[in-house]
């Protein structure tokens, strides 16, 4: 079956870059779907943070467009997360998940890493 | 920027029934989505394009759309249940293709 595992730092000190990756086994990421990732600050809701296809193309949440980047490896099966100039305010759960829906405005997420967490401290 | 509303919380006690609502303007326009995350867990899709069932899902589970306003419900619950539950939807302005919700906490009592 298809699973998803994120990977990556879990301590990130302020001001540095966090990155993060998930990797896909039990389908090739080639084959379609677009993939995301969504974090969740402990005891805080869902946060949608962005999307990528296995073409390359990207879609972001407005609020975090301007220090975020998503790219994908098709040759690893994986796609990763970049999170520049970290605050406190984004220690949280980081999930990957794969992403069904016919249009970019019918996105949900059916299928969901187990998350890891990333402290954001000096 | 586009918001949808939840309830922080409802409580109901095994076997009735429970009614989780979500509130935005681009409802109307949009499909909402439900997920139920226990403690400690990922979330988990539980509704679908307003009301449809992903495989697996106990019937119990289903929803409904009504103007602004989309309704997960649950019958009879089960202490299982017992859980954050998280709709989602689209910025039909396209601002944002993914909006969640708060969140609501169901007790069961």
Redesign the interface.
Known sequence: QVQLQESGPGLVKPSETLSLTCAVSGYSISSGYYW?WIRQPPGK????IG?IYHSGST?Y???LKSRVTISVDTSKNQFSLKLSSVTAADTAVY?CARI?GDS???????L????TLVTVSS | SYELTQPPSVSVSPGQTARITCSGDALPKQYAYWYQQKPGQAPVLVIYKDSERPSGIPERFSGSSSGTTVTLTISGVQAEDEADYYCQSADSSGTSYVVFGGGTKLTVL
């Open positions: 995301g809701g869902l946060e949608w999307s879609y949440n407005p609020s999930y069904s970019r405005f019918n996105w949900y997420f059916d969901w890493g187990r998350g």
